[in-house]
């Protein structure tokens, strides 16, 4: 049996399996973040890292993940999905498998790097699929598969949390069970890999040219503008996901809960996306989505003991639509840009995370020797520096409010009528 087949030829079960291949992939790229951000305070220990060699070590995902989204987007209509998905199988693999092993800064800075290409493969290979796959329902059946992001953040969180509470939390027996965890989802998607046939995307010659045409397409100034602002909007949802449970631990929050707590409230909002985008229109949202991130942001920096809960809550609804969101405001207005396009959004976003998170690290560093220059001690140290970083970082979504708000007032005058 062959491993590919024409689109129009698939039947109703494999396109069910197909998607729900898709959908475990993108929960494995959802758990290495949740699970690695529930153990950063560890791993600093465990490696004796600083915040900004963390931040480093994070950002290594964020080079990888836009190198994959990229190169993928190029030679989809090539290779097709299913050879982008070994390479995100195997990506896995070697980054799970390297980071269990790791005993240093640079192994897992390494094993870092591999997953983000993996997880950028995924993305690359499953967005554009899953399109051709549900021709008249692309808008619908993409938004449930990006539920599974927030999703695997909420499986990875409760699965570390589950972990620590039988094993105790840090030391190196409990983080490299956590990590060993994700095997098992990577090594069933891989399976479905192998056994399923995918659609033959290589066949229809018209692609080629379509993809230098969605090149030059992504030169026009508004998608240049989106790509930059996506950077930003990655440093506010990632860049405060990573750090916020760490930050915060110290006034008595548990940090898994408050990142499985933001993750269910975000895969719930994006399942019931519709009616807010139809409502509100897509600058709309984006301008709502920074201003509620721009307050929740606000009340972690300021909030201590239950009343977190309370600012994740209103976090995690600011962060719900961005990623998602952007991704749409191309298909919508810039459809011309095609799968590369998203592609590269994408990746855009990573490349911000990957800028800001050794500069987070840096605060944290910065601010933790104020404090303890103040004569913090114990906890409070760690509280006060998280609190300040937070601060910081609320320069993002402020920014992205005076950004949308200028797009929401301009839309008519640029021309921001969907393209069909």
């Known amino acids: ?111 870092t790097f591999f997953i983000g290409l993996a997880n950028g493969s995924v993305e690359a290979a499953c967005n554009p699929m899953i399109a051709e796959l549900y021709p008249e329902q692309k808008t619908t059946i993409l938004n449930r598969f990006h539920v599974w992001f927030p999703g695997g953040l909420a499986i990875g969180a409760l699965a570390a949390f589950a972990i620590q509470a039988l094993l105790g939390s840090g030391g190196m027996q409990t983080w490299k069970i956590e990590v060993a965890i994700m095997l098992v989802p990577t090594l069933i998607y891989g399976w479905m890999v192998f056994t399923t046939r995918f659609p033959d995307v290589t066949s229809d010659n018209s692609k080629q040219t379509d993809t230098k045409a969605n090149f030059l397409a992504m030169l026009s100034p508004l998608f240049i503008i989106m790509c930059l602002i996506m950077t930003v909007t990655a440093a506010t949802e990632l860049g405060t996901n990573q750090w916020v449970g760490g930050l915060l ?71 719900t639509y961005f990623w998602p969101t952007m991704i749409g405001f191309i298909a919508e207005y810039k459809s011309d840009t095609g799968a590369l396009g998203m592609s590269v959004l994408g990746g855009a976003g990573m490349v911000g995370f990957s800028i800001w998170a050794p500069v987070i690290g840096g605060w944290i560093d910065s601010e933790t020797a104020k404090a303890e220059a103040a004569g913090v001690v114990g906890d409070a140290v760690q509280l006060a520096a998280g609190q300040a970083t937070l601060g910081k970082i609320l320069f993002f979504p402020i920014a992205l409010t005076l950004a949308f708000g200028l797009l929401f007032v301009l839309r008519n005058r640029l021309g921001l009528k969907a393209e069909h």
Request: overall charge positive.
């Open 249 to 319: 631990e110290a006034s008595g929050a548990s940090p898994l809960i408050v990142l499985a707590l933001v993750s269910i409230i975000m895969a719930f909002g994006r399942y019931f996306a519709g009616p807010l985008v139809h409502a509100f229109n897509t600058t709309g949202v984006l301008l709502f989505s920074a201003i509620v991130s721009a307050l929740g942001i606000f009340l972690l920096s300021i909030s201590t003991g239950g009343m977190i809960y309370l600012a994740a809550i209103v976090f995690a609804i600011g962060i």
């Open 1 to 111: 049996m062959t491993s590919t087949i024409e689109a129009n030829d698939i039947s109703h079960d494999i396109r069910k399996k197909l998607f729900l291949l898709s959908c475990i992939a993108l929960t494995v790229t959802a758990m290495t973040f949740s699970i690695r951000a529930g153990m950063m305070t560890t791993l600093g220990g465990e490696f004796t890292m600083t915040g900004r060699q963390l931040g480093i070590a994070a950002a290594m995902f964020g080079f990888g993940f836009p190198i994959a989204t990229v190169f993928g987007g190029l030679i989809y209509n090539r290779v097709g999905p299913r050879t982008i998905m070994i390479i995100a199988f195997l990506g896995h693999l070697a980054g799970l498998g390297l980071w269990i092993a790791s005993g240093s800064f640079l192994a897992f800075a390494i094993s």
